[in-house]
C-alpha cells in the first residue's frame, strides 16, 4: 500500500512508519547478504541460507522497491522534501524543530 500511495518505498523515518520502516531496512540488508556486500563466503561461492529468497526478492521487484537506501538516496530525498517545503511555505528556513527534514537542514548548515 505504502508504494502504491507515494509512488516510491523511500519510507520515511516518523513514528507512524518505524515498523515498515525497520522491515524495509532487513529486506536490505538480505539483499546485501545475497548478492555479496555482507558475509557473502567468495571462496565457495556460496550465499548465505539467511540471504533474501529468491521469490521475495522478485515479489518486491514488482512493486518497484527501491534497494538502494545509502547517504546519496537520503540526501536526494531529503532536497526534494526541501524544494517541496519551499512551495508550499515560499521559504527553505527549516528548523530542528521541524522533524527529519529540519535536523537535516540543520546539518546542511553546520558541514
Same mark, same amino acid.
Given at each position: 500500500?505504502?508504494?502504491?500511495?507515494?509512488?516510491? =518505498?523511500?519510507?520515511? /523515518? !516518523?513514528?507512524?512508519? $518505524?515498523?515498515?520502516?525497520?522491515?524495509?531496512? !532487513?529486506?536490505?540488508?538480505? %539483499?546485501?547478504? $545475497? %548478492?555479496? /556486500?555482507?558475509?557473502?563466503?567468495?571462496?565457495?561461492?556460496?550465499?548465505?541460507?539467511?540471504?533474501? =529468497?529468491?521469490?521475495?526478492?522478485?515479489?518486491?521487484?514488482?512493486?518497484?522497491f527501491?534497494?538502494?537506501r545509502? &547517504?546519496? /538516496?537520503?540526501?536526494?530525498?531529503?532536497?526534494?522534501?526541501? $524544494?517541496?517545503? $519551499?512551495?508550499? &511555505?515560499?521559504?527553505?528556513?527549516? /528548523?530542528?524543530?521541524?522533524?527529519?527534514?529540519?535536523?537535516?537542514?540543520? !546539518?546542511q548548515? !553546520?558541514?
Amino acid at each position: 500500500h505504502f508504494i502504491q500511495k507515494n509512488n516510491h =518505498s523511500r519510507v520515511p /523515518s !516518523t513514528e507512524e512508519c $518505524k515498523a515498515l520502516q525497520a522491515w524495509c531496512g !532487513t529486506q536490505r540488508q538480505l %539483499y546485501r547478504m $545475497k %548478492y555479496g /556486500s555482507i558475509n557473502n563466503n567468495k571462496e565457495n561461492n556460496t550465499v548465505p541460507s539467511a540471504a533474501l =529468497s529468491d521469490e521475495r526478492e522478485s515479489l518486491l521487484m514488482d512493486i518497484g522497491f527501491d534497494w538502494e537506501r545509502n &547517504h546519496e /538516496s537520503i540526501w536526494n530525498e531529503r532536497i526534494h522534501q526541501l $524544494k517541496e517545503h $519551499k512551495h508550499q &511555505h515560499g521559504h527553505v528556513n527549516v /528548523s530542528n524543530k521541524d522533524g527529519v527534514l529540519g535536523r537535516w537542514a540543520e !546539518t546542511q548548515r !553546520t558541514e
